[in-house]
């Protein structure tokens, strides 16, 4: 039996809705990451837009930590790159951020394995790729070897 949209719950149908492009976005920001210090600029970036979006500290949080871990991958892993941010339209029924994170570095082989709690290249903790999954109500992830990758993570109010 095919499900109906409606059997997925509005969590489910938005997170649907986002991955065929369904949802109207328009681009807010963008900050190019290189450095340590363009991780904080574009923490403190998200952060003033989820205020201003009225977001509560909970769901600012739980987006902040991952826009960190994102861009530090970014840095890390592929020397740099770019975060993109989307809304949607003020005064939408949906107040919707979507951050997008872009790069061309070396791409990752298994993407599985990346996101595997505790898998790291670098002998790090190889948390950055599982928490952001787990903390962001949508997470998409494509990656091109010897291309680069691209992470994209949504969140939205709960009605
Ligand atoms: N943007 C990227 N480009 C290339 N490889 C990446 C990228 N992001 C993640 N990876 C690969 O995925 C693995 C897992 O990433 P994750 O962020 O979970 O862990 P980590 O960066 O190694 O450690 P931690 O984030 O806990 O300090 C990395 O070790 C790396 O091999
Ligand atoms: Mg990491």
Same mark, same amino acid.
């Not at 969590?11 to 904080?40: N, Q, Y």
């Given at each position: 039996?095919? @499900?109906?949209?409606?059997?997925f719950?509005r969590d489910?149908r938005i997170? $649907?809705? #986002? ?5 109207? #976005?328009?681009?807010r #920001?963008? !900050? @190019?990451v290189?450095?340590?210090e363009?991780?904080?600029l574009a ?5 003033r837009?989820m205020v $201003?979006?009225?977001?509560c500290? #909970?769901?600012?949080t ?6 960190? $871990?994102?861009?530090?991958n970014i840095? !890390?892993h592929a020397?740099?790159g770019e975060m993109?941010v989307?809304q949607?339209a /003020?005064g939408?029924?949906? /107040?919707?951020i979507?951050? $997008?994170?872009t790069?061309?570095? /070396?791409?990752?082989?298994d ?6 709690a505790g898998?790291s290249t670098s002998d790090?903790?190889g948390?950055g790729l599982?928490?952001?999954r ?7 992830i494509e ?5 680069g990758t ?5 969140e939205?109010?709960?009605?």
């Amino acid at each position: 039996m095919i @499900p109906v949209a409606e059997d997925f719950g509005r969590d489910g149908r938005i997170r $649907e809705d #986002l991955r065929l492009g369904r949802i109207c #976005l328009s681009r807010r #920001l963008a !900050v @190019p990451v290189s450095t340590f210090e363009d991780i904080i600029l574009a923490r403190q970036r998200v952060k003033r837009l989820m205020v $201003e979006m009225d977001f509560c500290t #909970l769901a600012r949080t739980r987006v902040i930590t991952a826009v960190s $871990e994102l861009t530090r991958n970014i840095v !890390v892993h592929a020397g740099s790159g770019e975060m993109t941010v989307f809304q949607s339209a /003020p005064g939408s029924r949906l /107040p919707l951020i979507l951050c $997008e994170f872009t790069d061309q570095g /070396p791409g990752i082989a298994d993407i599985f394995l990346a996101l595997r709690a505790g898998y790291s290249t670098s002998d790090s903790m190889g948390l950055g790729l599982s928490g952001s999954r787990k903390l962001c109500k949508y997470f998409h992830i494509e990656s091109t070897l010897g291309k680069g990758t691209r992470v994209i993570i949504a969140e939205w109010k709960t009605s």
